[in-house]
């Protein structure tokens, strides 16, 4: 497969995608890790790898810094030695390297660790290191594989601050390699979502969630994730009966394979209720309600399909409950035959 992937600079660029989808693959060859096998890598109009011209730039001589989802720190390295290792590498004088380090060590919060080994220190604070030792020589590129995979809830939330705060005080260029779409979600001022080798959307955050260009992109991305309604002519649920006449009265001849809709677009009152002129509506039993500390996922059943709504508020009907459904006819997503979304969906008006 071909990847077509350009970062502008100063770019937050997360790769997202699952397991086995190129993510790494494509860090790995940035880095000169791997080798492409056809195309070419440009860094700042300078060709880095290009099978067709026989040039290849060895990774220590492209100015980037990497973070493994390891850490890779030296075992038998001071967390200082650690840090100052690739100023060393460069031959940068004691001084200068001990005054880089303390700099960097200082910003990062492990300056009174600089004695310890990383065997004597937390995951949290190895990541800082390994941080501190890549930061430190001021690197034109950043490259990190999945650095926060290793971490607990609550120091992935803090390393997520922290990258936020290198990534406006250095201004570089940073890919990101995650498989978590919340940490992409949050980090990144570009996503570039991905699976099985194919670049399946390079966006802005909100457009990936909002826009979705097709179903794998507005599955993959949402949690819990989108609803799908099929509306083929095979399809005979009420459900989508319902649906497929709802989207023709207001999109005469639009070619519709499918409708997604987000959990927390569904608005749930009692059965008692009735729709609107415009927001599309049934009727649906309650088949579960599970809380998910400050948020509730319910479990709506009509007929035989499954929707998921979410909300942040107690939920105001019981499990077992037939209940009215709603959701606004712009919250619908639109898909073809195909998977692909239909660009003029913005609203079914």
């Not at 995608?17 to 890598?41: D, F, N, W, Y």
């Not at 060393?88 to 380090?101: H, I, M, Q, S």
Request: aromatic share 6%; glycine share 10%.
């Amino acid at each position: 497969m071909g990847l077509d992937l350009e970062i502008g600079e100063g770019e937050f660029l997360c790769i997202l995608g699952p397991s086995g989808c190129g993510k790494t693959t494509t860090l790995r060859m940035v880095a000169g890790l791997e080798h492409p096998t056809s195309g070419e890598i440009l860094v700042g109009g300078q060709v880095y790898d290009s099978v067709e011209k026989g040039i290849f730039v060895p990774p220590e001589n492209r100015n980037m810094g990497f973070v493994f989802q390891s850490y890779a720190l030296w075992p038998h390295l001071t967390v200082q030695d650690n840090v100052e290792f690739g100023l060393a590498l460069r031959n940068v004088d004691r001084r200068t390297r001990a005054a880089a380090c303390d700099e960097i060590m200082e910003k990062l919060g492990i300056a009174a660790y600089r004695n310890r080994y990383p065997s004597d220190l937390s995951g949290g604070q190895q990541q800082r290191v390994a941080l501190a030792r890549m930061l430190v020589v001021r690197p034109d590129v950043i490259l990190m594989d999945e650095p926060l995979s290793n971490l607990d809830a609550k120091l992935r939330l803090e390393m997520r601050a922290e990258l936020k705060r290198i990534h406006l005080e250095s201004r570089a260029t940073i890919m990101f390699v995650t498989h978590d779409q919340w940490e992409a979600m949050t980090l990144a001022s570009v996503i570039a979502v991905m699976n099985q080798g194919t670049l399946q959307q390079l966006d802005s955050p909100d457009n990936i969630y909002n826009r979705p260009r097709n179903r794998f992109v507005a599955g993959f991305v949402g949690s819990p994730p989108m609803n799908f309604v099929e509306l083929s002519s095979a399809e005979r649920s009420e459900l989508s009966t319902s649906l497929r006449k709802y989207i023709e009265n207001r999109r005469p001849g639009a070619s519709v394979g499918s409708a997604g809709i987000r959990p927390e677009s569904i608005q749930i009152g009692p059965s008692t209720g009735g729709g609107t002129d415009t927001a599309y509506w049934g009727r649906a039993d309650v088949t579960g309600i599970m809380p998910t500390g400050g948020n509730w996922i319910i479990e709506l059943t009509v007929a035989t399909q499954k929707l998921f709504a979410t909300t942040n508020m107690p939920p105001p009907v019981q499990l077992g409950e037939n209940v009215i459904f709603r959701t606004d006819p712009g919250d619908l997503h639109l898909f073809n035959e195909e998977g692909n979304r239909l660009l003029d969906n913005d609203a079914v008006s």
